[in-house]
């Protein structure tokens, strides 16, 4: 396949403006070059596409040592450290040597060793120590790939001095106010500077990396599991799921983001208001943990809101399948995980309106303004009162997330950028 120029996987390029139409927008991806050919003649300029290439698997040929990848990660993120199991899982089958340099909890919560690759604990800090040891990680390292905006940092400071190419992953909109916006623009500017290609999972991450200067900065395809509930009688399981909820007879509400300032919470308790004056009153379910839950449960109990925090959940496929409503109050994600799963799962989906989300989800979606919570109330209002609607989005969002890179073909756009950062260059 050859890419025009101008495609945002191509380098030099600037985004296709009509590319960003919800369903019209498409992945397209580089097929991967043979690894044991002469490439040298292949090898792109900055404003010249890629060459014709065969496509996903990627062996390593006979006497040739495997590539070495370093994938580093803050930990912090779902959307990322799925992203981090789903890459090394390809990569590792495809012949591909995986250390990720992560928290120990993330090793845990998301079994990088369960899919073959290494796993080498490196604390969400820039201290001397985690830098150090994360220097040490990357010595033999053919590439090292690093994934938000912290673990990016953190890895241009390893290769300090080397020139190992750095990949680096944006999935989020990362935001400060006052001083520490200017300390957050300074930290971005060092770290798309340090990049070798920056990908941003969204047109406004890429936008953004260039206005920060990146040489190089392409839309990434990134592919989010399928939410599976387990069950091979799925209307049998929601009824269960709803009834040990107290859902039955009622309308049941899920959101699903750790308890966290500039999640959105405030906002669904404000819209939750309204809600109390519906018949029947919906149940509102929070799955997530973190520092708030105390306000916000002492709000729930002082306005007497239908709403109950669950916790942390690893039920959450199931959670969403008994769902009627998913609510996505506010997304830091380019690509929310919740609303990625509300889609495959066939759940009405009601969020706020964000370029991320707006490529995402297109018109499969009730978007409403950003920190408008009488809008959201509303948009969920109509909705429960609209059973063709509801229908309609059901098969929309089936519609839009069939359009949405599988995780082959996010493995296929991430080795095609690691063969061509890794191939030899021609000699003058």
């Known amino acids: 396949m050859t890419l025009p120029y101008g495609h945002p996987w191509s380098r030099g390029g600037t985004p296709d403006k009509n590319a960003r139409s919800g369903s019209s927008a498409r992945y397209l991806l580089y097929d991967l070059p043979s690894v044991s050919r002469d490439r040298s003649r292949d090898r792109p300029t900055p404003n010249q596409e890629p060459g014709p290439v065969s ?51 993330a090793d845990r919560a998301y079994g990088f060793t369960d899919v073959g690759a290494q796993h080498v604990h490196v604390p969400r800090s820039s201290d ?58 300074l930290l971005e500017r060092r770290v798309v500077r340090a990049a070798t290609v920056v990908l941003g999972t969204s047109f406004g991450l890429v936008d953004r990396a260039r206005r920060r200067g990146a040489r190089d900065a392409r839309l990434a395809a990134v592919a989010a599991p399928r939410p599976a509930t387990g069950d091979e009688h799925p209307d049998r399981s929601r009824s269960k799921v709803r009834a040990e909820l107290g859902a039955l007879g009622r309308p049941l509400l899920l959101a699903s983001a750790p308890l966290e300032p500039d999640r959105g919470h405030e906002l669904l308790l404000d819209a939750a208001r309204a809600w109390r004056l519906l018949d029947p009153v919906p149940l509102v379910l929070v799955a997530g943990e973190g520092p708030l839950r105390p306000l916000l449960q002492q709000r729930i109990e002082d306005e007497e809101l239908p709403v109950r925090l669950l916790g942390r959940r690893e039920d959450t496929g199931e959670l969403l399948t008994a769902a009627d409503v998913a609510l996505l109050p506010r997304s830091r994600e380019a690509r929310s995980i919740l609303a990625q799963e509300a889609l495959h799962a066939r759940v009405p989906l009601v969020a706020v309106r964000t370029d991320g989300i707006t490529e995402l989800v ?53 080795l095609s950028v690691y063969d061509e950062l890794t191939r030899p260059w021609p000699p003058n």
Do not use: I, K
């Not at 992203?83 to 089958?93: N, P, Q, T, W």
């Open 362 to 414: 297109g018109d499969a979606a009730e978007l409403v303004p950003d920190q408008d919570a009488a809008a959201f109330a509303d948009a969920v209002a109509r909705l429960l009162d609209d059973p063709e609607r509801r229908e309609e989005l059901r098969e929309m969002g089936a519609r839009q997330a069939a359009t949405w890179p599988t995780e082959d073909e996010t493995v296929a756009q991430v």
């Open 128 to 185: 001397p120590v985690s830098v150090a040891t994360l220097r040490t990680v990357c010595a033999d390292a053919d590439l090292v790939h690093a994934h938000g905006l912290h673990a990016s940092f953190r890895a241009a400071l390893a290769l300090s001095g080397r020139n190992t190419p750095l990949v680096v992953t944006w999935h989020n909109y990362a935001h400060a106010e006052g001083a520490r916006a200017h300390l957050l623009r």
């Open 55 to 105: 496509p996903v698997s990627r062996r390593t040929p006979h006497g040739q040592s495997p590539l070495r990848t370093v994938q580093v990660l803050g930990g912090g993120n779902a959307g990322s450290s799925a992203h981090v199991r789903s890459l090394a899982a390809g990569l590792v089958a495809r012949g591909v040597r995986v250390t990720v340099c992560a928290p120990l909890e």
